[in-house]
T-cell receptor, first 114, second 115 residues
């Protein structure tokens, strides 16, 4: 069975600094998709960034980038120039390329301090 | 506007009663998902469906049931067999694997309280 693990329940960072959130996963599949979602206090889930496992290049979306290490089954999220609006719960997610099952980690609560 | 709608936003039920949570999408998505969110436990998958008239159990399906009779609808029934049903429930949809578009869009959630 696939699993997703986020080992940092809470993190904090100063505004304008850089922070990295960790995520590891376990699967026997070779084709899959990885995601980072953000959940602000409104509880609306928002996609931050997506990575296809068959792509070696790390995905980047503006201030957000990932470090995808397929062999190590690691998928960390780096937020550069942190802003107060980045304060939220962040979830790492895995989607099976075979059956479409989408599972999430336990989440990391990020606080950006002024 | 296209989107995914969950209703109601808040739901109260007495213990022992079945209750059905609604999830409707007008995005023409093939895949739909139900999650439960408890404090400190992230999102846990209850059921998912990749196509009409077919669905699979997730990691915590016991005490829940679903149907997928229409592409746009994926209702979740919380039965009296669910031991601790009070939680925040999220529904999501995506275009599906066949189209290689895997981004999931979420509804705004239903907060279920059983008293």
């Amino acid at each position: 069975a696939q699993t997703v693990t986020q080992s940092q329940p809470e993190m904090s960072v100063q505004e304008a600094e850089t922070v990295t959130l960790s995520c590891t996963y376990d699967t026997s599949e070779n084709n899959y998709y990885l995601f980072w979602y953000k959940q602000p206090p409104s509880r609306q889930m928002i996609l931050v960034i997506r990575q296809e496992a068959y792509k070696q290049q790390n995905a980047t979306e503006n201030r957000f980038s990932v470090n995808f290490q397929k062999a190590a089954k690691s998928f960390s999220l780096k937020i550069s120039d942190s802003q107060l609006g980045d304060t939220a719960m962040y979830f790492c997610a895995f989607m099976s390329g075979r059956e479409g099952k989408l599972i999430f980690g336990q989440g990391t609560e990020l606080s950006v301090k002024p | 506007d296209g989107g995914i709608t969950q209703s109601p936003k808040y739901l109260f039920r007495k213990e022992g009663q079945n209750v059905t949570l609604s999830c409707e999408q007008n995005l023409n998505h093939d895949a739909m998902y139900w999650y439960r969110q408890d404090p400190g436990q992230g999102l846990r998958l209850i059921y998912y469906s990749q196509i009409v008239n077919d669905f699979q159990k997730g990691d915590i399906a016991e005490g829940y049931s679903v149907s997928r009779e229409k592409k746009e609808s994926f209702p979740l029934t919380v039965t009296s067999a669910q031991k601790n049903p009070t939680a925040f429930y999220l529904c999501a949809s995506s275009m599906g694997l066949l189209l290689r578009s895997t981004e999931a869009f979420f509804g705004q959630g239903t907060r279920l309280t059983v008293v």
